[in-house]
């Protein structure tokens, strides 16, 4: 008996090991490091980025070229290549490819990633009050929006949220309806007789007519859904971190997208979005303060301090600033919050 129990002791110790053999993934050698950049190292423009690749130990095959892939560059090189930061850049991440191309007619691939400051500090500007409009102090605002003589505007909460549209005039409500109780209204845009509207968690757009406010289709996104634009051909949408993305109005595919930046690192919680004069507006979400970035490479040109267009110590209940609406007969903005008494309509200075 005692024989028999050494007899499965050792067979549980081989199967054991043999398993544990047969499971064991095996390890990717690595022939080529890159020795420079460093792995997410900060550039700003103008900048030169040293490449540098350098062969492993044990590595004795040689190089015959290297190229390195940049966006749409493509530069030969052997182990060692300067790269120069330009103006050209998108802001943010990027990635870094390199192949290396072996006598034997072997190759492999490699990847460094590297980010990519602005160099340029925002300008801050200056602006005047030009009118002051009443504003219901019941809406928690998501998006605003003046086309065609209409006011539109989302307030957002789970099963308090609503759209509304009105006289841009005398701002009396000529049309409202209520949203799903389950979904949390956030930022809108008028494109091609449509109004897009999305919501915040639910990866869900709504589809309204712009006239009757009747839902028409809804749409789907893998992200949250924060702010709203449109640059008359793409929608261009915020998800509260520092990215924006163009997406196509008739497929909601992605087009392409952004990273926000100034020369302090990336802008994050970008929410209410307005496109204008080639430009987008944002409001930060938690600051009274609205960045404008150039759509092109998520550069924040300027920023428009508006922390004391009202005093909140005079008020018990009321939010962050968030709305941004566009006057093009006017060259205004306007400019309200989450639970505002007030609309203000402002006029910029320096621009």
């Given at each position: 008996?005692?024989?028999?129990?050494?007899?499965?002791?050792?067979?549980?110790?081989?199967?054991?090991?043999?398993?544990?053999?047969?499971?064991?993934?095996?390890?990717?050698?690595?022939?080529?490091?890159?020795?420079?950049?460093?792995?997410?190292?900060?550039?700003?423009?103008?900048?030169?980025?040293?490449?540098?690749?350098?062969?492993?130990?044990?590595?004795?095959?040689?190089?015959?070229?290297?190229?390195?892939?940049?966006?749409?560059?493509?530069?030969?090189?052997?182990d060692?290549?300067?790269?120069?930061?330009?103006?050209n850049?998108?802001?943010?991440?990027?990635?870094?490819?390199?192949?290396v191309?072996?006598?034997?007619?072997?190759?492999?691939?490699y990847?460094?990633?590297?980010t990519?400051?602005?160099?340029?500090?925002?300008?801050?500007?200056?602006?005047?009050?030009?009118?002051?409009?009443p504003?219901?102090?019941?809406?928690?605002?998501?998006?605003l929006?003046?086309y065609?003589?209409?006011?539109?505007?989302?307030?957002?909460?789970?099963?308090?949220?609503?759209?509304?549209?009105?006289?841009s005039?005398?701002?009396?409500?000529?049309?409202e309806?209520?949203?799903?109780?389950?979904?949390?209204?956030?930022?809108?845009?008028?494109?091609?007789?449509?109004?897009?509207?999305?919501?915040?968690?639910?990866?869900?757009?709504?589809?309204?007519?712009?006239?009757?406010?009747?839902?028409?289709?809804?749409?789907?996104?893998?992200?949250?859904?924060?702010?709203?634009?449109?640059?008359?051909?793409?929608l261009?949408?915020?998800?509260?971190?520092?990215?924006i993305?163009?997406?196509?109005?008739?497929n909601?595919?992605?087009?392409?997208?952004?990273?926000?930046?100034?020369?302090l690192?990336?802008?994050?919680?970008?929410?209410?979005?307005?496109?204008?004069?080639?430009?987008?507006f944002?409001?930060?979400?938690?600051?009274?303060?609205?960045?404008?970035?150039?759509?092109?490479?998520?550069?924040v040109?300027?920023?428009?301090?508006?922390?004391?267009?009202?005093?909140?110590?005079?008020?018990?209940?009321?939010?962050?600033?968030?709305?941004?609406?566009?006057?093009?007969?006017s060259?205004?903005?306007?400019?309200?919050?989450?639970?505002?008494?007030?609309?203000?309509?402002?006029?910029?200075?320096?621009?």
């Amino acid at each position: 008996m005692k024989n028999l129990n050494i007899l499965l002791i050792l067979f549980l110790l081989f199967q054991s090991c043999s398993n544990e053999v047969k499971n064991k993934s095996p390890r990717i050698k690595s022939n080529i490091k890159i020795d420079s950049p460093l792995s997410f190292e900060i550039f700003y423009e103008d900048d030169t980025v040293e490449v540098r690749i350098s062969k492993t130990i044990n590595n004795n095959k040689k190089i015959k070229k290297s190229l390195l892939i940049n966006g749409n560059d493509t530069l030969s090189f052997t182990d060692k290549i300067d790269l120069y930061i330009n103006q050209n850049y998108i802001y943010g991440y990027n990635t870094l490819r390199v192949i290396v191309y072996y006598g034997d007619g072997s190759i492999e691939k490699y990847s460094r990633q590297i980010t990519v400051y602005p160099k340029q500090k925002p300008s801050e500007l200056e602006y005047e009050i030009i009118k002051i409009l009443p504003h219901d102090p019941q809406i928690y605002t998501q998006g605003l929006i003046l086309y065609e003589n209409h006011f539109y505007e989302s307030s957002g909460q789970y099963g308090k949220s609503f759209l509304r549209k009105y006289t841009s005039d005398d701002l009396v409500i000529s049309k409202e309806i209520k949203i799903d109780p389950d979904l949390f209204a956030e930022g809108i845009a008028i494109l091609n007789d449509k109004l897009f509207m999305l919501t915040w968690k639910s990866n869900k757009g709504l589809v309204f007519d712009k006239n009757t406010l009747a839902l028409l289709d809804s749409f789907e996104y893998n992200t949250e859904g924060w702010g709203l634009t449109n640059n008359e051909r793409e929608l261009i949408m915020s998800d509260g971190s520092e990215k924006i993305r163009f997406v196509d109005p008739s497929n909601f595919k992605i087009n392409k997208e952004i990273q926000v930046f100034d020369n302090l690192g990336k802008v994050e919680s970008l929410n209410e979005l307005e496109y204008i004069n080639g430009k987008i507006f944002s409001n930060i979400y938690g600051k009274d303060k609205i960045a404008v970035i150039n759509p092109l490479n998520g550069l924040v040109e300027n920023y428009i301090n508006l922390e004391k267009i009202i005093n909140k110590k005079n008020y018990k209940n009321i939010d962050v600033m968030n709305g941004i609406a566009f006057n093009k007969k006017s060259n205004t903005l306007y400019i309200t919050g989450k639970w505002w008494p007030s609309l203000y309509e402002i006029k910029l200075n320096n621009r």
